[in-house]
């Protein structure tokens, strides 16, 4: 695990808060329009959490491993932001600008990484904590997200805060990567089980080991 060298600046919190809201109108419009199938529920900071740390790690990657990676780009970089908004905010649309929304809102990766060995698609799973990250944690990776097809690697980092405010960030934590494959590979809690926390998986989740399934990101890059 290591910390990452990031702040997060004015402009980035205005991104992602407006970036929240856009996804938000997104939902309530394809629900509107019939195909508002979530993949699971999503508290409201999900979305500002995972951008800012998306961008964390697309910085990490870029500023790191400029020998092995040639582009990154995001999810959202795929797409015509501005467009979506004027959609989802019209009195009237077509079928052509239901598909766009359904095609951002429910995305098939996070990063894209274009390197030596070829095109990375990457899933980034970010944790929110007021702890230290430490490498005896699990994290409980969804079953769903490990299954859809188009992820070649999945990316692990903590999102760690300074209060229980989600805007009050403190520093954001690498763990690593690891791939569909090896989370396979992991003990399968089903939703309505106890995890050895005692606590209820709500969903069908594998219980991944920080220590053991998660690899430093030069070994998937480079």
Not at 10 to 38: S, Y
Not at 126 to 137: C, L
Not at 196 to 213: A, K, P, V, W
Request: charged residues 25%; glycine residues 4%; contains cysteine.
């Amino acid at each position: 695990m290591r910390q990452l060298n990031f702040q997060v600046t004015p402009q980035l919190k205005a991104q992602g808060e407006k970036l929240t809201t856009l996804r938000q109108q997104c939902k309530l419009f394809l629900t509107k329009h019939g195909v508002g199938f979530d993949k699971f529920t999503m508290v409201s900071h999900d979305t500002y959490i995972g951008f800012i740390s998306e961008i964390a790690i697309k910085d990490y990657l870029a500023q790191n491993y400029s020998d092995c990676i040639a582009v990154v780009n995001t999810w959202e970089e795929a797409f015509d932001l501005i467009r979506i908004e004027k959609i989802v905010n019209a009195l009237a649309c077509t079928q052509q600008d239901i598909d766009y929304v359904k095609a951002y809102f429910y995305d098939s990766w996070d990063l894209k990484i274009e390197t030596k060995k070829g095109v990375i698609c990457a899933d980034v799973k970010t944790a929110a904590t007021q702890k230290e990250p430490r490498p005896s944690w699990n994290f409980m990776y969804p079953l769903v997200q490990v299954n859809k097809t188009g992820k070649d690697l999945l990316i692990l980092a903590y999102y760690v805060q300074s209060s229980k405010d989600y805007k009050d960030f403190a520093k954001m934590v690498l763990v690593g990567g690891t791939t569909p494959v090896q989370v396979r590979h992991c003990n399968l809690i089903k939703a309505g089980a106890k995890t050895r926390f005692g606590t209820i998986s709500q969903i069908d989740n594998y219980e991944t080991e920080l220590s053991r399934d998660y690899k430093d990101l030069k070994a998937f890059l480079c």
